[in-house]
Structure formats: structure tokens, C-alpha cells
């Protein structure tokens, strides 16, 4: 008798196996032949797998977007990525994909990531994300950030400070940028004021953490198992798992002990150094449909959104801008000449909406953000049960489309010699239409929500920086910045500096 379930046993384990090893064949043919996206052109790997990249991430330590350049070399303007999944190249497919009539949802793999599920960044559908938007867009819009122009300004005047006080050594800009982007969005969206400028050498420890960080929400994208440990693990035992992470750890500890105290008793809001926080916005019952405001986990994801997209793209974004700056003698002589024309003495200091009026300025942010990577991943959005059309092709519904800003900013026919830091370029008589093509913040109703913040830290920090001080180079600053798409940039090798004398008055 032991014999025969002993046989039966094996019977069943064999047809479990067998079963399985059926299923996986079944959907590697599907895949293959039988999916609505079985015609469309890429490697083989990436239509029977995610792994594919997975492995390009994870394993070969590269970078995606990277790759999907020689993928549309390869295989034209549209590439599948993916069992599900489509990248474009053509500038026309980007504004067909993002802009402001789509409401298509976003697709959760990447945007549920990051541990920000319930905030405007990682909510995925059109609804949930706008009413949540329309709560902070006051805050957000430009009236709103014109209104708090002198907070940034006293972040960038402070990092000015810090410059002079230098002396002849030289600051390192991978990190001083930041550390100002950091302190403007702690502190006037959460009302902390964590001296990030402060520290020495600009090795401010929440932006170590950051950048300690970015290799570790790749791993995300891939195994929610692994991201879930991670992001509840207790705070303690983390610090001691990855010491590199401790200020990151400190800061989401001070900010949730923060919301919990506000949630529990709103009155607590009176003892904030000002009234623009995204707290007196999101905690206001008033604000919302149904009277009820969000969960102090939700309000927690809406900070750490804000904090990690406001400081990072923006402070990349003056780095590699004064790279350029530093490394092209022309345009630094008509930046610094024109500063020097339109603000002729340093104590009559010009308001944003004057400097918005420089057009060397304007015209060397613009190609700033065109050449800085910013968010260079793409932004994948699920195709409507109806389906659509994108560049002149049918995609069925369920399909996952995306498309990276590299292949708009780095396009030859909308932007000559794309290698070139030309911010010429910008100041044609066909400028506007050009405006259309930087998309350095996204497109649509899902764009960056911050972005005019970012516009006004720009516009003050080149303005200030350019015409307080003179500025040279650093010889220990690398000859091209390198870096890896981890969603935000991580960079590698030498960091860029830059030795600040004082300028005349």
C-alpha cells in the first residue's frame, strides 16, 4: 500500500512540473506569436521576459535608457521592451503620450517603486492624482511661488555666503547645489530647516543618503518583496543595515513624527515658522470633496515625493548647466555680461519676475535643462481599453507605452549638433515653438508638480551665483559627467568644483 501512494506521489509531483513547464512554454509562444504586440520590432529576450531589463539594471549595472538607444538604432522609432511593454523615439510620439487630454493611468511596476503609493507622484490613476494636485496647486503655482520668492532667496543667498567664505578652495557643486534644493524644499514645504548648506564640505547627510539610495530603488522596480522589507524595516535596525542611509532614515523620522503630531491636533500647524507648508494645505477638510483629509502615511509619501524630485533634478540641473558655463569661455563672457548690464549694482537686487526677463539667462536655463538628464527614464502610461494611436501606429489597450525626454532633448532635426550646450539656440525668432519640445518636466496632467519652483530656484541661483562671484573651473573636475539611470541620475568619478572669487560690486 505505502508503495502505490508512494507512486502517486511522484505522479503528482510529476504533473505539477509538467504543468508548470507547460505554462511557461505556452506563454513564451504567446509572447512570441500570439501577442497583440507579436509584430512589433526588439529583441527576443524582451518579448518573452521583464528580466531582460532586469538584467541590463541589476546585473550589467548599466543603464536602460542608455540602451534603448542603440535599440532604436537597431530597430527603429518604436521598440518592444517587453512582453507588454513599447518605447518610442519620434519628438511626435512624446507629446502624443503625454499631454493634457490624456488621462491614461500610470503603470505600477515603476510608480509603486519608491514607497510613495498614496502621494501625486505615485498614485496611479488620473482621478486620485488630481484631486490631490488641486489641493496643492495653489501652493504650487506660479502666483504661489512668486509669493515665496524670498524663502528661496534666502536659501540661495545663504549658499552665496558660503561660497565666499571659501576663500580659494574650491566647492564641490555635485553636492553644494543640492544641499540649497534640499533646504528650500524642507523648509518651505515641511517648515524644517535642516542647514543642509551647512555642513562640511556640502557632505550634507541627507544627500549622501540619497544618493546611497538610488542603486537600491532599482531593485525595487523588480521585487516588490525586496522593497517592502526595505521601506518597513524599523528605522533603527536600518541605520545599522546601511549606515550610508542614516540621514535619510533621520529626516523621514523627523517628518512623520511631524505629521503624526499635526494630524492628531491641527492647531499644531500655528507653531510653523510660515503658512506655506504642503501640511496647511493637505490637512485643510475643506479642500477636499468629501471633507475628509488624507492619512498621515499618505501626507508622509507626499513629503518624501516632494523632497526626493525637488532636490535632486533641480540641483543636477545647475550643476550641469554650470558645467558648461565653466567650460565654454563665450558663454560664460555673455552670461556674466549681460548680468552685469541688467543688474549693474549687486544691492539692487532684481526680483524673479525681472530676471525671467534676461533673455541670456533664460535662454542658458532652458538649454541647461535640455542637456541635464533630470528624470531620464521613461514614464510608462497604460494604454486606454480603446487603444490609441502613436506615431502613426494602432496600440491596443492594456499595453504599456512609454517614451524617455532624452530621445526629445537629444533629437537632431529639433535641436542641431544635440551634443552642444548652444544656448543660442533658444533666442531664435522661432523660440516658442521650440518651448514646446523641453520637457524636462513631463507633459500633461501628470507634469511635474513642482515645477515652478524649479524654474524660480534656476533662475536665482544662476542669476546670483554668476554675477556675485567670478568663477573658474577646478582641475580636479572631470572632463564630462558621467552617469547611470536609476530613475534620478547616480553619477560616477570626480565631482565637479569651482573656486569663487568675489566679484565687484
Known sequence: MASINELHTG????????????????????????????????????????????????????????????????????????????????????????????????????????????????????????????????????????????????????????????????????????????????????????????????????????????SVFVGFKYSSLLKDAVINCPPNLSKVVSPATSGLVDLQKLVKGQINDLAKDPINLQNLPHSTTIYHQLLRPDAYRSGTVPNAQSVYEESQALLFAGADTTGTTLMHGSFYILTLPTVYARLKAELLSAWPVLGDIPSLSELEKFPYLSAVIKESLRMSPGVASPLPRVVPSSGATIHKTFIPGGVVAGMSSRFVHRNETIFPNPDEFIPDRWLKLKEKDLDKWLVAFSNGPRRCLGSNLAWAELYLCFAHVFRKFDVEIDPSSPKRLEWRDCFLPEYRGPHLKAIFSKAAA
Not at 105 to 123: A, N, R, V
Request: proline share 4%; net charge negative; glycine share 6%.
Open 11 to 214: 505522479d503528482l509531483l510529476w504533473l505539477i512540473a509538467a504543468g508548470y513547464a507547460s505554462y511557461i512554454i505556452y506563454n513564451l509562444l504567446y509572447n512570441l506569436f500570439w501577442h497583440p504586440l507579436a509584430s512589433f520590432p526588439g529583441p527576443t529576450i524582451a518579448a518573452v521576459t521583464p528580466l531582460y531589463k532586469a538584467y541590463i539594471d541589476l546585473v550589467a549595472k548599466s543603464s536602460f535608457v542608455h540602451a534603448l538607444e542603440k535599440l532604436h538604432s537597431q530597430y527603429g522609432d518604436i521598440v518592444r521592451v517587453g512582453p507588454n511593454e513599447i518605447h518610442f523615439s519620434a519628438p511626435s510620439a512624446y507629446l502624443e503620450i503625454y499631454n493634457a487630454y490624456n488621462k491614461w493611468d500610470k503603470e505600477k511596476s515603476l510608480y509603486h517603486s519608491f514607497g510613495e503609493d498614496h502621494s501625486t507622484f505615485g498614485f496611479l490613476t488620473y482621478n486620485e492624482a488630481k484631486e490631490r494636485r488641486d489641493v496643492l496647486s495653489k501652493l504650487f503655482s506660479k502666483k504661489g511661488i512668486a509669493d515665496v520668492q524670498e524663502l528661496v532667496l534666502e536659501k540661495v543667498t545663504k549658499l552665496c555666503d558660503s561660497f565666499e567664505n571659501l576663500g580659494s578652495k574650491p566647492a564641490d557643486l555635485f553636492y553644494a547645489y543640492r544641499c540649497m534644493s534640499v533646504d528650500v524644499i524642507t523648509y518651505l514645504c515641511f517648515g524644517n530647516d535642516i542647514d543642509a548648506i551647512g555642513a562640511p564640505g556640502y557632505e550634507a547627510p541627507i544627500i549622501k543618503a540619497m544618493d546611497s539610495s538610488l
